[in-house]
């Protein structure tokens, strides 16, 4: 009888109406995909509405990392351990994009896509449009990298859009209140308040996604058209194949092995961020749900806070092997293809440059037209060739970018013993649900890297009180 009347009286748990949302989402794709081949003159135009919702996330990203990353390195003791998962996460990065170079060097060798294509005058233009699009929107060189760091104000790295900048503002803030000790524990509860704030935001912004990406499919498409795709095929199939090996086979081998997870279940996860990403055309639109999910799943708030914005600078996987593969593409389409020796020195200096270019709107194909520019610029007309279907290329880029960063945290998490496995079973399983109205997990996301000693003096602080 108990029983009963609990049952009766507990409250109903909250459904979630959110998958409405990445319905409506699938169901704007097709409706985009038709008006772009019905009406491609009018579906050009909506290029704006994608843009407008690509622009709403990038307003939002700023914020969700400085209150991220400000709170994760104000609830450790030691900074050391900033420097150590850090340092982790900078040694893994580099050890995956030279993976990913030598892979897409590889199967490019292999295909060998570019031969037999003809370039048009037209499509030869297009490449050098492209080098002052990268000139204007990326930094020149290492010094030019280094000195776009620095913000101009300590605010207007929450409103410049550069990711790095708001990276290393929020790195510097966290450490001082951290060095603060408890002095700046009100200044933490406020920013954990702002975290609130900045998440439900960002919740409201995501029912325009639909909305945005009928708009940037319409676009695409009407601009693109089926016959642009065609020639293009093998291109598109062996890039694709390539970061789904890259993915699934080698990245999922490893995170079958350190973190003890299949790779399918934990991008099932992720499912609701792929979508996103595809409809965009942008990993971007997904880093804020990246952290919150990270976070849900039992990565502490340091791991996930450090690993998943520098990796979105820093672990640029897809883009890597998209760089290699339409290199050797544009190489063979001009008839002049690229030794082992010019292969190496071309693709690991672009490799470098994109991470320069992290945060550029169209960086991928910005940073290959400035890379050729720089290192052969007989090349430079080849990019035309390709740009017919870099929003499409684009897609693969970024899921791969996503897929590799989210991978990089469990694995950072697992090695650091940041990872609680408990909770990781329990949500992959299903029972935890993650929370899509406010994307927090308040309950959850307690850092465990206290000191020892702290905690046996808080215990013994408790006991003497009783």
Known sequence: MASTTDAATAPRQKR?????????????????????????????????????????IK??????????????????RKAAQVGRIGGLALGYFIAMSTVALFIGLLVGNVLHPGDGLQLTDEVRGAGADLVSQSA?????GTTGFLLSLIPTTLLSSLTSGSVLQALLVALLVGFALQAMGKAGQPILTGIGHLQKLVFRILAMIMWVAP?????AIAAVVGATGVQALKS??????????????????????????????????FLKYLGREYLLIVSSSSSETALPRLIAKMEHIGVSKPVAGIVVPTGYSFNLDGTAIYLTMASLFIAEALGDPLSVAEQIGLLVFMVVASKGAAGVSGAGLATLAGGLQSH???????????VGIDRFMSEARAVTNFSGNAIATMLVATWTKELDREQMQAVL???????????????????????????????AGAATTR
């Open 16 to 56: 979630d109406k959110t998958h409405w949302l990445y319905i409506a989402v699938i169901v704007a794709v097709l409706a985009g995909i038709v008006v772009g081949l019905v009406f491609p003159d009018f579906g050009k135009e909506l290029k704006w509405l994608g843009t407008l919702f690509v622009n709403l």
């Open 59 to 76: 307003m939002i990203i700023a914020p969700v990392i400085f209150c991220t990353i400000v709170l994760g390195i104000g609830a450790i």
């Open 136 to 140: 204007e929107g990326a930094p020149e």
């Open 211 to 215: 909305i945005g990406a009928f708009g």
């Open 232 to 265: 293009l095929g093998i291109l598109m199939l062996g890039f694709y194949l390539t970061c789904a090996l890259f993915v699934f086979l080698f990245l999922g081998t490893i995170l079958r092995v350190v973190v003890g997870i299949n790779v399918f279940s």
């Open 376 to 386: 052969r610029p007989e090349l430079l007309d080849g990019v035309g060739l390709i």
């Open 429 to 459: 399983a299903g029972q935890r649900p993650f929370d899509e109205t406010t994307m927090l997990d308040d309950g959850h996301a307690a850092p465990a890297v206290e000191d020892a000693g702290d905690q046996r003096r808080e215990l």
